[in-house]
């Protein structure tokens, strides 16, 4: 079964500097999100990526989080530079174009700690 | 925009019948869904609604109401595995269609 990869699985990092977290989704999956979630909460949506395209960013932190999907394939989301409250799971998920259009499969995560 | 709510903890015992409530304000959406994570897993998508009424996945069931803004996931035959987080979203109709989830309700099935 198909499954969305993610890596590093666990990052520790200390403030102000910079890490980066991959996702490669299920092939032929268009839409793309970047979640953050706190230990006891629901994902927040940080960017949505439809194909190549960022679809809806209102949410990432523009001074210091950045997402690219440069061949609407893979992602990669960057954090510079890195802050305590920061500390999360970073969760990415994918979705068909039309086929199963409201579910949503998640990788396994990043879990970052900044110390 | 959209916001849901969900009880925080919810406890039963193996064998048992457990509801999970979920209650929303939103200006649309597509649907309701309910996902399961266990502790240092990732969501797994469980059950959807489009429409009003009850949809049954084996030992899951959901139900939504739209006129009461209102759905909730049945959990029967409790297993142990099943002791987890479940989190209700909507896909809202504005602009990204975006997914909002609720804030998770923890499950504890005791033996």
């Known amino acids: 079964e198909a499954e969305v990869a993610q890596s590093p699985r666990y990052k520790i990092t200390e403030k102000s500097q910079a890490v980066a977290f991959w996702c490669d989704p299920i092939?032929?999956?268009?839409?793309l999100y970047w979640y953050r979630q706190i230990l006891g909460q629901g994902p927040e949506l940080l960017v949505q990526?439809?194909?190549?395209?960022?679809?809806?960013d209102s949410q990432l932190p523009k001074d210091r989080f950045s997402a690219e999907r440069l061949k609407g394939v893979d992602s990669t989301l960057k954090i510079q530079p890195a802050e305590l409250g920061d500390s999360a799971m970073y969760l990415c998920a994918s979705r068909a174009r039309e086929r199963d259009a409201d579910t949503q499969y998640f990788g396994p995560g990043t879990r970052l700690t900044v110390l | 925009g959209q916001s849901l709510e969900q009880p925080s903890e919810v406890t039963a015992v193996e064998g048992a019948i457990v509801q999970i409530n979920c209650t929303y304000q939103t200006s649309g959406f597509y649907g309701l869904s309910w996902y399961q994570q266990h502790d240092g897993g990732a969501p797994t998508f469980l059950s959807y609604n489009a429409l009003d009424g009850l949809e049954e996945t084996g030992r899951f069931s959901s139900f939504l109401s739209r006129s009461d803004s209102y759905g909730y996931l049945l959990l029967q035959e409790l297993q142990m595995k099943d002791s987890a987080s479940y989190f209700c979203a909507v896909r809202g109709l504005d602009y990204g269609q975006n997914f909002v989830f609720g804030p998770g309700t923890r499950l504890s099935v005791l033996p």
């Open positions: 092939s032929g999956h268009a839409t």
């Open positions: 990526f439809q194909d190549e395209s960022v679809v809806d």
